[in-house]
């Protein structure tokens, strides 16, 4: 009789649950040990933020199954048929020897595991910037179950009045919803000019908008550079600023656990993480790895990348372990989708941002369209601002980016369904969405932002965007700005020094306008705004363009 | 200085507005007229049941623009530069001299316009079946504006107890809503063995009984044979039933508005709509049409289609007026995708139904899984039952279903770009969908659909759909079900006659099961369910299937 195959995965809150699981369904004679070095397992590190909110109420529903039970070491033997070490170390991987060893926290054993396949699902770490004073009490990262019951029971005890957050990343404008609902005043602070690096900065800027007006102090292109306190921290020092802070929490970031794969020789990508091929196998073929540790490729620049997310980690862990068990699963890589709630919002992105693509030497063209999520009539409705980003060469689209208290993640998964299949602009305007007034328009926000594209690659509208014209009308460039919505609608704001006139009056008064000026037309969304440009072009003038999202996204300045 | 292009585009609604404004967008100097014999022109057509039940209040709202402006003849005049004449019917076109004959409904003035172009955007008309006193009062269809103030004016006025709804589409079922809303007792008669035909008859069912659940008496199966009353509607008669009604709703489908094309000479497809080629352009060269009156491809079997949808009516249009201006836009066909609000659930479908894919000929797999639509432990979560639909041969999907009050129309959405993009399913599988916690699980449901169907694909799992199963058991087969379940779950509600052994337990106690039968497990979903069949099949049971969506989706009986 053979040798049952033994697998063994180092690591058990996502990849390596995952790949057990999956290795046992495949194999159920093989020989599962997964290895953790901390209390828990399989939860969901995601959730953190809402546990600490209370939005989700009880801890153990991050460890739980859809069902209701937990899963604990005891669940993973009965059902699964895994062996499960919590509180327990991987020292070293013998890769001659095929076996790792291990030493138990608790007992302060060490053994020897011997293994046929091993899978490292070693996961990431929070960074700690080395500064003066982040070893204080308070200063917390949020990583995971444990960091997160530190925070909760730290605000529960303390009832903190202010807090510092360093980073505006994903975990920070999460953790600002989370301490703003537990009633803590939040300052964020962010090295960078923006917050959510990943979207542009016009789409960006709409969310720190947010979070400013839900009581978030946001201080961007600000830098921390040390924590005061004797014992507990105090204040952050950030240049010539002291931000008092009772506490801090620090989300600059993670970098991958690697220790253990760079010690045993494992090659290691230009990204810092473990390099993989599309099997997910290492540089060893008796080694794989996948999740939070593990490099992938973006699938439209075919680069390396590092993209640690738990919806990645589970689809990689599923094809580690069907290679493991000898199959051919290949995962061919990622968008970098993410998406974010932040309060009333979601803000998310697919595919490459328009910084991102022209970094890369694309001729880009980008369509900004604030719409209704559904039929404008339909009391539900709520806006979201779609931003599309394509390669003027093959019309294919790039990148998508939403913003909005509407309907954001399903544009953004459509989105990345068309990028992933190479779809063209003219492609998805045709794609057959489904369509009742409570879901949508019947023109699609993606449509429609489609179609803006393709009217721009046709020529037939001239975009400006709203960082172009404000550089240059900072630079008192003589443009003229022609507003083209209700007088009412001007009334309540609109950008300093326009002309009003109503789209429906711009025929006949359109003599009122310099035909030897440029001339931006705008509207609340740029739908009114685009036929006002054609009526002027019809009237002759010859330099008329379209302000990119109208008022809905200019991120400067409206005057009354 | 050449004439300026004119175009004729008879029909006002959907597609002919927006043929209009396009061409007029183009070519700024063209001369459009649009002639609408209604009313009304450029209304929201398919919000018409939300204006009766009142959750669209103002009739205004479903003929506005965004930006609450009325789209009224003046407004086209002046924003569109484009005439429009309502109340005025073509009754004939004269393709020889290009020019169609005219008349105004209130003067009965009859004159020819001459076109250079000419587009049909007729619509469609509800069918009326001939039966017995189809004209009595208060037997309505609801296809207009007018159509939908009559039916709110007379529940308004007469509050009527009891309405029956003839036809169970999407027109019947978004009725049955609305009246249920305004107090009426509502009785659905459908001649078909299910409501809403587009969907596998599992699905519908699970629609069928949430209606029923909110008070709907619906009745399948069942033939309106005539309606009784003098005057007055009084009651339907169907085969030996008298269902009072004090009045009707007649929803038993559209049928295209070909007259005038059919007089012309102009080619009918099969499907008795306008034929016409990816450039919307009919059998002759200057006449194009869009929207409910012209037939479509299904981009799946390439064969000709009637979907009349208001989204595909937009897109049309804008396609025959690029086409119209000497473009080359194609449009290059329909999913047939639709989505549905019926109370608290969203219900749809894209692509082929497993039903429709059989009778292609396709070697179908299918896989139904009913999973939550966030992660299952935020508490916005709700459940929704995604079946998708391949093509074991290539792997490709061929179509997606939903129903639930989850998120249903997101899946569908990406479902339909999956299909049209030609992707398989294990493409499907590796998507890089958006994740956090408020918007999927971190294995979405279409990802675990997508890898359900690969693993019966691979074999590694074996499905039995819950009609084959009740099937074999009404047949006295000797088929053990195995519910795996928690005890507690177990007591709520089971299939008759199942043995319940907890999947945490079942290795240990797998020998109560005999060995000579075929063995069918379930659970709540299929996911322990898939577990419990790889263990036995592990310890030697040979004949294991698993139960297609479990007890969320098993439309029969369950005991207590």
Request: aromatic residues 6%; charged residues 25%.
């Amino acid at each position: 009789m053979a040798q049952p195959l033994r697998v063994v995965v180092i690591g058990g809150v996502a990849a390596g649950p995952k790949i057990a699981a999956k290795v046992t369904r495949l194999r159920p004679d093989a020989e599962v040990t997964v290895v953790e070095k901390g209390e828990d397992i399989s939860y969901a590190g995601c959730g953190l933020a809402y546990h600490i909110s209370d939005v989700v109420r009880e801890q153990k529903d991050l460890m739980a199954t859809p069902a209701g039970v937990v899963r604990d070491p005891v669940f993973f033997r009965n059902v699964k048929n895994v062996t499960v070490h919590i509180r327990t170390e991987a020292l070293e991987i013998d890769r001659r020897s095929k076996r790792v060893r291990l030493r138990s926290r608790e007992e302060g054993r060490e053994w020897w595991i011997a293994y046929d396949k091993l899978a490292l699902a070693t996961g990431a770490r929070a960074v700690i910037p080395p500064l003066t004073g982040v070893n204080l009490r308070n200063v917390f990262v949020l990583k995971d179950i444990q960091n997160a019951l530190a925070i909760k029971q730290f605000i529960e005890k303390e009832q903190p009045q202010e807090v510092v957050i360093v980073g505006g990343g994903l975990i920070g404008v999460e953790m600002a919803e989370a301490l703003v609902t537990k009633g803590v005043l939040v300052t964020m602070i962010e090295m960078l000019p923006q917050v959510l690096i990943p979207l542009d900065w016009e789409m960006a800027f709409q969310v720190q908008k947010h979070m400013t007006a839900k009581g978030v102090q946001v201080l961007t292109s600000t830098k921390a550079d040390s924590f005061e306190g004797s014992d507990k921290v105090q204040a952050v020092i950030a240049g010539d600023r002291r931000i008092p802070a009772e506490a801090v929490v620090l989300a600059v970031g993670v970098r991958p656990e690697v220790r253990l794969a760079k010690e045993a020789g494992l090659e290691i990508g230009p990204t810092g993480a473990i390099r993989v091929d599309e099997y997910m196998c290492t540089s060893d073929s008796d080694i794989y790895s996948a999740g939070d540790c593990a490099e992938t490729t973006n699938l439209i620049t075919g680069r390396p990348t590092y993209c640690p997310l738990g919806s990645t980690a589970n689809k990689q862990g599923r094809v580690a372990a069907i290679n493991i068990c000898g199959g051919g699963e290949r995962f061919p890589g990622v968008l970098e989708s993410i998406i974010c709630k932040v309060f009333d919002l979601a803000c998310g992105t697919t595919g490459l941002s328009e910084r991102a693509a022209r970094a890369l030497g694309y001729d880009v063209v980008t369509s900004l369209v604030p719409a209704a999520d559904k039929a404008h009539y339909y009391p539900t409705a709520r806006t979201i601002t779609l931003k599309l980003i394509a390669n003027r060469a093959t019309c294919r689209l790039l990148g998508a980016q939403a913003v909005g208290p509407g309907d954001v993640a399903k544009r953004l998964d459509v989105a990345a369904t068309a990028i992933t299949a190479g779809m063209t602009v003219d492609q998805v305007s045709k794609l057959d969405l489904c369509y009742a007034p409570p879901y949508s328009a019947a023109m699609d926000n993606l449509i429609t932002a489609a179609n803006v594209l393709e009217n721009k690659i046709e020529g037939n509208m001239r975009g400006i965007s709203p960082m172009e014209l404000k550089r240059r009308l900072d630079a008192g460039e003589p443009i003229v700005l022609l507003d083209v919505r209700t007088p009412a609608e001007f009334e309540r704001g609109h950008l300093p020094g326009s002309i009003p006139i109503p789209l429906g009056a711009l025929r006949k008064r359109c003599n009122e306008l310099p035909r030897d000026k440029e001339i931006v037309v705008y509207c609340g969304s740029s739908l009114r705004a685009y036929e006002g440009a054609l009526i002027l072009r019809y009237a002759g003038f010859e330099n008329v363009r379209v302000l990119d999202g109208s008022v809905v996204t200019w991120p400067y300045e409206l005057v009354k």
